[in-house]
């Protein structure tokens, strides 16, 4: 169960067409490609800063999957499953999506995958958030922020490549020293990285690569 740790990136302008078999990882700007759907479940959102995530996401995923398939963005048909993980009715294409602090980033492959972001800085209580969440051998190397995140990031994308999110429990997810990951049983790859200020982490259940960091 091979990982990647601490890797920088640099997002750039995507090609005309992708390939969807390794993992690409984007970030997503402002964008107004909503279904009707998707509109009305925008304006539900009190919260600005969320309303803002949602739409840039949303309307990310449809633009770069667009390019992957070359279906227009409103011919995506996005559905949600039971657990709230949103997928293609009519792709061959999985996606997962995260956002922290106003950036918004999402993650394309041939294979299921789970992405999170968070912004440091954010979490003051990650000591006992560590005490009560995770095994006591992660929260002994929890001795700062960055720590925390690390192994928070991960263990959060290995739940949402799972499809449950922080539903599934966050302490069944576990992290060894070396980074590797378990999750019900199943082995977990994962690939760490830093976007700007973001702490990052991809998860697949098959080892991989990101071959692409792209923006739209």
Not at 131 to 160: I, N, V, Y
Request: aromatic share 10%; proline share 5%.
């Amino acid at each position: 169960m091979p990982t990647e740790s601490g890797s920088g990136c640099e997002f750039e302008s995507p090609p005309a067409r992708l390939q969807s078999g390794p993992v690409h990882v984007w970030r997503f700007g402002v964008g107004d490609e909503l279904s009707d759907a998707e509109r009305v479940a925008a304006a539900r959102f009190l919260n600005v800063a969320a309303r803002d995530a949602f739409v840039a996401g949303r309307s990310g995923i449809r633009r770069a999957a667009a390019i992957y398939t070359g279906l227009a963005p409103l011919e995506l048909e996005i559905s949600t499953s039971s657990t709230g993980k949103p997928f293609f009715n009519n792709a061959e294409l999985y996606f997962n999506v995260s956002h922290s602090g106003g950036v918004v980033v999402a993650a394309f492959s041939g294979l299921p995958v789970g992405i999170d972001i968070e912004v440091p800085g954010r979490c003051r209580n990650f000591p006992e958030i560590a005490r009560r969440f995770f095994h006591p051998d992660e929260a002994e190397r929890c001795s700062g922020e960055e720590d925390f995140l690390e192994l928070w990031t991960a263990k959060e994308a290995m739940l949402k490549l799972a499809g449950t999110g922080l539903s599934g429990g966050i302490a069944g997810a576990r992290l060894d020293v070396d980074g590797r990951g378990v999750l019900g049983g199943r082995s977990v790859w994962i690939k760490r990285f830093h976007a700007g200020t973001c702490m990052g982490a991809v998860a697949s259940f098959e080892a991989f690569e990101v071959k692409g960091w792209f923006q739209i």
